[in-house]
């Protein structure tokens, strides 16, 4: 028997890379899972893998940075599967848009594609399946954040505000929620494989790699067998938290 045994998840962003594995790994643990994400035939691609492996799983894709799409998306997802009690908020690299650069220059009609993404389109999406859970009396919601949500990193200061501002959402609305069943929490990510294939061999990649203590990047299941345990009935008495899933890197530098 599975530690999710008849939950419902939805997992943004999981038609590859890191909400792939979280998708994985939450039907590995007997959720039955759907799969967002912007490009319908990738979200369809990861179903077809997930299923092969005996997952209970379904395709639903829509824009998160989109209100009327979440609200629509969520509600198809509710129709075919059931509510949400699990909801992954991964969806966080805006699609065609490189880093900013230094913030003295970068160009304020740019600005907006992180903010939309990850802290507009999280909220929409959080906003949709709260008042559900709440009813039920039992909810996880689960935020991919980053490093750079509480530390210094060059050339990605709006993606970090952005990431810094939904921390900040959910250590609020956890304090609102902490009676209702309901925990809100943050899983914040160090560099993962594949910004080793973005990134390519450079010169940036391995000065950052040469700070993480374990030597390695990070792979996407290891960030699944993190929400497996949030979104289980152990974690129930964690809320409005920051775990960081990054081989040891010291927060701060
Ligand atoms: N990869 C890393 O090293 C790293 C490090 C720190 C944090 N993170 C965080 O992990 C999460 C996943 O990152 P990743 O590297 O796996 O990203 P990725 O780009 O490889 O995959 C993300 C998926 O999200 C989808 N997507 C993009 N915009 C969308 C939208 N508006 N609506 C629905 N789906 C959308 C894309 O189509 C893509 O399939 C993000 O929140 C990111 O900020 C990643």
């Not at 949500?149 to 501002?165: C, D, L, W």
Request: include cysteine; charged fraction near 15%; hydrophobic fraction near 40%.
């Amino acid at each position: 028997m599975g530690q999710l045994d008849g939950k419902i998840a939805l997992v943004t962003g999981a038609g590859r890379s890191v909400g792939l594995g979280i998708a994985q790994e939450l039907a590995e643990a007997g959720a039955s899972v759907a799969v967002n994400d912007l490009h319908a035939e990738r979200a369809q691609e990861a179903v077809d893998q997930i299923k092969s492996a005996g997952g209970r799983v379904i395709a639903a894709p829509f824009d998160v940075a989109n209100l009327e799409s979440v609200r629509a998306g969520i509600g198809r997802v509710e129709r075919e599967l059931g509510p949400v009690d699990i909801l992954v908020n991964n969806a966080g690299i805006p699609e065609g848009v490189g880093p900013t650069g230094p913030f003295v220059e970068s160009d304020p009609a740019q600005w907006h594609f992180n903010i939309d993404l990850n802290l507009y389109g999280s909220m929409y999406c959080i906003r949709t399946v709260l008042p559900g859970m709440a009813q039920r009396k039992w909810g996880r919601i689960i935020q991919i954040s980053s490093g750079a949500g509480s530390r210094g990193v060059p050339n990605v200061s709006i993606y970090s505000a952005a990431k810094a501002g939904i921390e900040g959402l959910l250590r609020s609305v956890a304090i609102e929620m902490a009676q209702s069943g309901v925990t809100l929490n943050a899983i914040a990510l160090g560099l993962m494989a594949n910004t080793g294939e973005r990134m390519g061999n450079s010169a940036y990649l391995q000065r950052i790699f040469s700070t993480i203590p374990m030597g390695r990047l990070g792979e996407p299941r290891e960030i699944g067998a993190c929400a497996v345990w949030l979104a289980s009935e152990k974690a129930g008495y964690v809320t409005g938290q920051t775990i960081h899933v990054n081989g040891g890197s010291v927060h701060g530098r």
